[in-house]
């Protein structure tokens, strides 16, 4: 309350609020803040950067937060002052101009007065870059009970309303709000609804912020294989998003990424990452930090071969054989012979069996790594102690895909 329409300071008791919340057009979730404690704000706008008591304001000026955020105040007209809460009721006080319970006595509010029995109200501020939650300590001029309530908005679009109410003396009361979404608190208007007197004439106290961090941060990501998949997401709503290896830089603390695989992979693992979950990555950043995805893809393998042809000077019998890996993936592969007839080897590699399959021992040749789309031709050989034809069932062994 003013000191020039209250001569004698009250003592009130603490009531409960009655809060009611009006849903906006936007989806975020806000949620009403009823306490400072609560607002848990990082930064705040003081309004001693106005001037001593008494110091006239215009309809409109700028304002800058405790951690650097601009914000424009708009008024009704211009006329609102800088006013000081008074320790004592006058003639006792000096150089200040509120008195009443609920503002901490010597601190600086806002009062929208229009030097008579109205006021300038509701007091809007416009933030150089939106937040996430704002509140303040709010008291009507007039004695008694009065209803406060604040909106916030994104650009044009309402975020919601909550209202407040006094105890029956009217003491101040605190009334804030928080987007639980995400930053997109670009607005925030406080007013009185109803109230004893003029509800445009109020002390708005130092204005708590919630706002997203101004540090920088650095996401180093990094996808194996460099087309196995793509890595996207945002970076404290900024977006990220990275096909092989790159670096993105944004503001906040929190990263939300998700894994998504080219045609041809499935997702693997994440390296690096504090919170997997899936194909979903999330962390708190502190610093740097490099996370990777690790994609798998598929392998096809299909061959063809030769027919056998004799080498009429050494008797050894020889055909070739092209194995095509249609898959994405690396193979390794070989070239399996089950069921050769007693008297008939493999000549290279002379004595390697394969045990990883049955038949068991039956022999092979390495044909090594195929990569996805490509292909790989040897020669295979056979050797006779007879003259047993040489028959038996090819397989083709792919230890991918990897």
């Known amino acids: 309350m003013s000191n020039f329409t209250r001569s004698t300071q009250f ?4 009531g409960l609020f009655l809060l009611t919340a009006t849903a906006g057009n936007v989806s975020d979730t806000v949620v009403q803040v009823t306490t400072l404690t609560n607002q848990a704000a990082d930064s705040t706008i003081n309004w001693t950067q106005l001037g001593a008591d008494q110091t006239a304001v215009s309809a409109s000026f700028g304002v800058t937060s405790t951690a650097g955020l601009s914000a424009t105040v708009g008024l ?16 006792n006080a000096t150089n200040c101009s509120w008195t009443g319970t609920g503002l901490p006595t010597g601190s600086e509010a806002l009062w929208t007065t229009d030097g008579a029995n109205g006021g300038h109200g509701p007091v809007t501020l416009t933030f150089g870059s939106s937040i996430f939650g704002a509140g303040a300590l709010i008291q009507a001029d007039a004695p008694g009970q009065f209803t ?87 970076l404290n709503g900024a977006p990220a998003s990275c096909s092989s290896t790159c670096s993105v830089t944004g503001t906040g603390s929190s990263a939300t990424l998700t894994a998504t695989p080219a ?49 009429r000077s050494t008797g050894i019998f020889s055909r070739t054989v092209t194995v095509t890996n249609s898959g994405t993936a690396i193979a390794a592969s070989a070239y399996v012979a089950d069921g050769l007839p007693v008297g008939v080897s493999m000549v290279s590699p002379s004595g390697t069996t394969d045990s990883s399959a049955p038949p068991s021992g039956s ?34 062994l792919g230890a991918g895909p990897r």
């Open 11 to 14: 003592s009130l008791a603490a």
């Open 76 to 91: 009704a007209a211009t006329g609102g002052l800088a006013t000081v809460v008074c320790s004592t009721a006058p003639p």
């Open 148 to 234: 406060a309530q604040i909106q916030a908005f994104n650009g044009a679009a309402s975020l919601g309303s909550f209202t407040a109410l006094s105890d029956s003396a009217g003491d101040a009361v605190y009334i804030g709000l928080k987007d639980t979404t995400a930053a997109h608190v670009s607005k925030v208007v406080f007013s009185l609804t109803a109230c004893h007197g003029s509800c445009a004439d109020f002390a708005l106290g130092t204005i708590q912020l919630n706002t997203p961090s101004t540090t920088a941060y650095v996401l180093n990501l990094a996808v194996t294989p460099a087309n196995g998949g793509t890595i996207s997401g945002t």
């Open 263 to 311: 045609a041809g992979y499935t997702f693997a693992s994440w390296t690096g990452c504090p919170t997997p979950s899936g194909a979903t990555c999330t962390a708190t950043l502190s610093g740097t930090l490099n996370i990777s995805a690790a994609f798998t893809g598929s392998t096809s393998l299909t061959y063809t071969q030769g027919a056998l042809v004799q080498n």
């Open 363 to 396: 022999p092979y040749l390495e044909l090594g790594a195929i990569g996805g789309g490509g292909s790989v031709t040897k020669t295979i050989q056979f050797s006779r102690t007879g003259t047993q034809a040489i028959t038996y069932t090819t397989r083709i």
